[in-house]
């Protein structure tokens, strides 16, 4: 059957049908996407570059005349590197991705793309401190966050559904202010974020714990089209140090 369109997760992924049941027994498209929409959070966390192949091969493995398994080794490469982030919001590795279900080796299997690199970048980097909310303890600190930073923002967000965190009830609000484009060009900071609102739950319930609105400056690293946010810090609470820090950016020249 085609990848259903509502299969965010394996839209895109090389191929336009998948088999049901798939890899995680399930027997029907709306259970199969209903499951894959909690995946989308962590690949959002950039845990590891080919999570998302992994997580496909199960939930919408190719339609070909036998079942393509993961490999063990791609199993155990994603597991040490995205279980730590699982962990940081009180998901353990779940038992249905034990390793040890997939064959260690076989003629034909689902092997891991990237290795080691992609386009000569380390992995990309994903921590328990990624949008958590920082303290600006001086505005030296802030400034040199936004210099080791690939962009920044000052953006305010808010939820329209106070009862929820949900992908859809993240709002980016109109003023949106970059403070540091990076690689991309500046206007294509506004749409990128607003997919990342989309994707990353789990951050958006980080820094709106709590609050229905808030003002914010965002940085972090630019991966591709991609954005991970690796430093929050609320504007509104009535931080000095960071009010300073802006101001004086505008002037600001990073070290070499």
């Known amino acids: 059957m085609p990848i259903p369109q509502a299969m965010a997760l394996c839209h895109d992924i090389g191929y336009i049908e998948m088999q049901l049941p798939n890899l995680l027994d399930h027997d029907t498209a709306t259970e199969a996407v209903r499951q894959s929409v909690s995946w989308l959070p962590l690949l959002a966390r950039e845990c590891h570059p080919d999570a998302r192949l992994f997580l496909c091969s199960l939930f919408a493995p190719v339609c070909l005349d036998r079942l393509i398994y993961p490999c063990r080794s791609l199993c155990e490469a994603l597991q040490a590197s995205c279980a730590p982030i699982m962990a940081c919001y009180g998901y353990p590795w779940p038992a249905i991705l034990h390793c040890g279900r997939f064959p260690a080796g076989h003629s034909l299997w689902v092997a891991a793309v990237s290795v ?3 386009l000569g970048r380390p992995l990309p980097r994903a921590s328990c401190r990624d949008c958590e909310l920082q303290d600006a303890r001086s505005s030296n600190e802030v400034l040199e966050a936004l210099c080791a930073s690939d962009f920044a923002v000052k953006v305010r967000l808010s939820r329209c559904n106070g009862s929820s965190f949900g992908l859809s009830d993240c709002n980016l609000d109109s003023g949106l202010e970059v403070l540091k484009a990076g690689p991309l060009p500046a206007v294509e900071l506004a749409p990128i974020l607003r997919r990342w609102l989309q994707l990353d739950a789990t951050c958006m319930h980080n820094l709106l714990r709590g609050r229905h609105a808030e003002t914010y400056v965002l ?11 690796t430093t929050a810090y609320a504007w509104s609470q009535g931080h000095r140090n960071l009010q300073l820090a802006v101001r004086r950016w505008h002037h600001h020249q990073c070290p070499e």
Do not use: F, I, M, P
């Open 116 to 118: 080691g690199s992609r």
């Open 219 to 229: 940085s972090g690293e630019v991966q591709g089209h991609r954005l991970l946010v």
